[in-house]
């Protein structure tokens, strides 16, 4: 099946082709670890995300690139404030991400590629860009890229860079958006600051040459997709390009996707205005994990996300549907027989959903036909129109769904858990919401025994304490399920 996603290069809507004609290479820009991740950092992972398992499911095999930033200004600066070398201050931030993305069931890349451990090739890639004059030394002992030795930067994100100043540098790695001025490659060592004892010098490097070495390292010289946020188009994407093709003469991607910022309450997302959220934060307020993956993949990528607590309620609703249709359908009988109309029903939600996720990744019409198909399956259940023959048909449906959206099958307990752990060790246990504080205290065995108490004082006819123990359980947030082959629990 053709996967068609908008390429910010070429300014259409692209087929994704693996010009190998074995597996698609991609490279997405990864964090910057000098603190947690934020939700909007995480939209943008998710995005990917969803990218990688649909294109896993229409069987195109990838080979995903992912960097991490493990030297940078703000680590520098962080490190420095905290007294320890980068080295020792990055690996708490490395565990955190990678503990987020397994949170949020975002998917390992095939190679995950740092920063500090590829600075030999960041090195070779600006002798050969010195070699071919792209490169200048400045008196410090700096190497900065010469921006007017490339005339097709700006092809990017199409911007005018007419009246760009001949020899205007900068090194900072955050800098002003709209004026192009040469860029630092490398930076001379300053005193307690890292550096590295080098070819060029003794120096650390900037930002950009690191996705630039990194990703013809592990790709080739020219790939398939290069993916990231919306911010990284200018200058930092603009900025490989010009480092990859001044040495190489070839585009270093064919296609590029920048998923669009998330805003929240229709701001941008601020620690000073008080609406920034790492995903920890969310996690202790007692959002379910799946919940903010389905909120932050559930408005398509190109389209701006505007984050609300109304929209992660929502979400949540969304999945308690879905996971109780499930279990539904795993667990009733159903009478022999096939309900044609479910039969037809089904194939077309798969059609259309498959077709929404090829057309540019559109996952709010991906996942419109799934609820249909729930709600005309429920329908059908409740009058006895639903059959024996309907069960298989439909759960293959609701596979291919959470293939990619992952959020059906039940993983919420294990990150919360984590998150109230976390929050223990950061002395952030006032902000854990309270009904998670009660739950916690409560563990598996704990409950098992309880309700193995309250079976005993049923059949001694207790009904009183039974009823008590029901209570006490439910209001810490446990959901009991009594069956008739016995009693099944789940926490809220
Ligand atoms: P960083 O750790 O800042 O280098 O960012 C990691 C990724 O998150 C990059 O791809 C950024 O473009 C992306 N990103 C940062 N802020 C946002 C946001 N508010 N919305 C969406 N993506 C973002
Ligand atoms: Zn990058």
């Not at 010009?19 to 950092?41: F, Q, S, W």
């Not at 600075?119 to 070779?124: A, S």
């Not at 029903?345 to 057309?359: D, P, R, S, V």
């Not at 039974?466 to 069956?483: F, M, N, V």
Request: include cysteine; hydrophobic fraction near 40%; glycine fraction near 8%.
């Amino acid at each position: 099946m053709p996967v068609r996603l908008f390429n910010t290069l070429s300014g259409q809507v692209d087929e994704l082709v693996p010009t190998d004609g074995k597996e698609l290479r991609m490279y997405a820009c990864g964090p910057t670890v000098y603190d947690y991740g934020h939700i909007g950092n995480f939209r943008t992972f998710l995005q990917i995300d969803v990218l990688r398992r649909f294109l896993n499911l229409t069987g195109m095999p990838m080979r995903h690139v992912m960097n991490i930033t493990d030297v940078d200004d703000k680590i520098i600066r962080n490190a420095a404030a905290a007294g320890v070398p980068i080295g020792e201050y990055t690996p708490k931030y490395v565990d955190a991400f990678f503990e987020d993305l397994d949170a949020l069931g975002v998917e390992r890349p095939e190679i995950i590629a740092r920063a500090t451990e590829n600075i030999g090739r960041m090195v070779e890639l600006i002798e050969k860009l010195a070699a071919v004059g792209a490169a200048y030394r400045t008196d410090d002992g700096s190497w900065y890229f010469r921006l007017r030795s490339f005339p097709e930067y700006g092809k990017l994100s199409k911007k005018d860079l007419s009246g760009m100043e001949d020899g205007a540098r900068v090194d900072v790695d955050e800098y002003e958006k709209d004026s192009a001025r040469d860029f630092a490659l490398w930076k001379a060592a300053k005193p307690g600051e890292t550096s590295w004892g080098t070819s060029i010098g003794r120096g650390r490097p900037g930002w950009h040459i690191e996705c630039s070495a990194m990703s013809m390292n592990y790709l080739g010289d020219s790939f398939d997709l290069h993916a990231g946020g919306e911010d990284l188009m200018f200058p930092h994407h603009e900025n490989e390009i010009a480092q990859s093709e001044s040495v190489t003469h070839k585009p270093l991607a064919h296609h590029w996707m920048h998923v669009r910022f998330l805003l929240v309450d229709g701001r941008k997302m601020s620690k000073s205005e008080g609406n920034f959220y790492t995903l920890r934060d969310l996690l202790i307020k007692g959002y379910k994990a799946s919940a903010i993956r389905l909120a932050l993949i559930s408005v398509p990528y190109r389209h701006q996300l505007n984050f609300t607590f109304d929209g992660l309620v929502e979400a949540t609703a969304a999945i308690d549907r879905l996971r109780t249709f499930h279990g539904r359908l795993v667990n009733s009988t159903f009478p022999e027989g096939e309900n044609p109309e479910i039969q037809a029903a089904a194939k077309t939600a798969h059609e259309t959903y498959m077709a929404a996720l090829a057309n540019d990744l559109n996952t709010a019409e991906a996942r419109a036909p799934i609820f249909d198909l729930v709600r005309l399956s429920n329908t059908m259940m409740d009058q006895g129109k639903f059959y024996k023959g309907d069960r298989g048909v439909v759960l293959e449906v609701l596979a291919s769904f959470d293939a990619v959206f992952a959020v059906i099958e039940d993983r919420d307990t294990e990150p919360t858990r984590r998150a109230v752990e976390w929050a223990a060790k950061e002395g952030r246990m006032a902000d854990v919401a309270p009904e998670l504080l009660a739950q916690q205290s409560l563990t598996d065995e704990r409950i098992n025994g309880l309700l193995a108490e309250r079976d005993h004082a049923k059949k001694r006819r207790d009904f009183a304490r039974a009823d008590q123990i029901r209570k006490e359980l439910t209001e810490k947030g446990i959901i009991i399920e009594d069956s008739k082959d016995g009693v099944r629990w789940k926490r809220k």
